[in-house]
């Protein structure tokens, strides 16, 4: 593995080693002598917001040896309309891998291309690949190693967003059911279904459908960042799909709701069911920082 654009490029044995790789990391936290990243410095490039995501690079570059140097694209000339292929030669001469959050993920796509350093997708609106490897640690600590494979998963509302997308190519490449409910607006086009080409996955707008029998209930926001112009117009559509204690009822016994944060309570998710289910969700909060180690430490092992 050069670097982490996307789930979908990955293979499932890949996805694997590194799920085991971040549970051994998480069990050995404070005591892991070895440094993969150390002598390092590792440049944190963000056009978006984060807290998850951006304290758990820091921490985690730091944990393994390296420096993590935090880049707003409000400070970069990059900002300013300086090309990202630019900008990608200049750091490719001067620190040693990149993280980046950003819209295009064409631009995370050139910045490896023009770098040549190891590049970490941190959030696009394509894919939000470290996410989904920390929501299968999740799921396995919670439900033992591979259990995906027994079980039907359901993602709820906004279905073919970054983090949705990432749970479809993971449920490509490791062969789970993935139940999507969501208005038909936000369902996957026909055309994304037949490239990814997965059996396994289903489409509905019967949010009854999606949750029935599911052991895992996943959501996210209705508004992704950079759609807040869409909020008057999409969130109506969506209620049906809110995960609340109700339709949680048609979900199979000892199920889970995962939500990859930040929430919005009384729209994707309620409140008593986030409080409900507040040890799974801050446990694949936590995940990220695991989950991300994994990654850095076989991108500059491999
Ligand atoms: N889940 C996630 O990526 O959170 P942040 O936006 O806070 O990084
Ligand atoms: N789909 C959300 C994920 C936030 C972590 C967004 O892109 O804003």
Redesign the pocket.
Known sequence: MKSLLTIEELTGEEIRELLELGHRLKAERGEHAHLPLKGQTWALIFS?????????FETGIYELGGRPMFLSTRDMQLGRGEPIKDTARVLGRMVHGAVI?TFSQQDVVDFAQFSGIPTIN??TDQE?P??ILADLMTLEEIYGVGAWKDMKIAFMGDVDNN?GRSWMWAAKRLGFTLALGGPASALPSDATLRVLNCPTITTTTDPYDAVKDATVINTDTWIS?GQEEQKGSKEQAFFPYQVNAELLSHAAPRHSVFH???AYRGYEITDDVLEAHSDAIFTQ?EN?LHAQKAVLQTLVES
């Open positions: 978006k917001s984060s807290t998850r995501t951006r304290v758990s959050r941190a959030l939000h470290c996410q983090v960042m990859c944060l930040p909060a990220r």
